[in-house]
């Protein structure tokens, strides 16, 4: 049950999308996607690049060695990806008197589907210190309570992150429901990876500071190519300011509040 509460704020945060408008005005879209910025910029430093240089420290490796090899290798997999992916398209969406009409196809854009891509990568490794947590109460070594804890303070952190996926899809005109289902889905990996966690505590824990410099190198791959450039138009540009600066001072506070 305790690995289950991080995917629980996953869910609250994508479900947000049941209560938004249709349609975003260009000004509130650029928000979002500058606010989803920040938040990423912030949990990939205090979520992901401090916690493996700690982890790096305590395993008697160099500090730089995992943070700056793993960050590295995150964004060269996502730049590899890039390159690779097919064009996205969707369900043909049309009426009985639009028969001569070219189709229309709704689609997920290409920057939020890596988008939800990024932020399930960011998961696997949030799951995986979950894990780590409640494994250790099974050797004596940490407190149940402690690992509560740590649970409830990242399924805290999720709730923006679920948000940042649906709604921004929700706008593309996919359904609410469908949107709400891709941004829960991007946190299903967390349980599953504290599974796994608890079952390989050993091979998982060395490679743990790896996985998460190269979730958050993935992270910021997104940011610099999928979100800043869309959001930074002309006349949205303290916009964007404003929404990377509320992202990212929001998921700091979080970071450093809930440990």
Known sequence: MGICIPFLG????????????????????????????????AAAVWSLLLPSIEMAERQGVAEWFPAAGGFVLGNLFLLLLDRVLPPMQGKCVCSNNDKEKPP????????????????????????????????STLYGEGSVTAAITLAIGIAVQNIPEGAIISMPIKSEGISRCKAFLTGAASGIVEPLAAALTLLLTGVVVVALP???????????????NELIPPAHQEGQKKVVTIGVTIGFVLMMLLDIALG
């Open 210 to 224: 790896y996985l998460l410099a190269f979730a958050a190198g993935a992270m910021i791959y997104v940011v610099v």
């Open 104 to 135: 229309v196809y709704k689609d997920i854009s290409k920057e939020n589907a890596m988008l939800t891509f990024a932020v399930t990568m960011h998961n696997i490794p949030e799951g995986m210190a979950v894990g780590v947590a409640f494994a």
């Open 10 to 41: 996953t869910i609250i945060g994508a479900a947000m999308v049941l209560f938004m408008k249709n349609q975003y005005h260009k000004n509130m879209e650029a928000l979002m996607l500058s606010f989803a910025s920040g938040v990423m910029i």
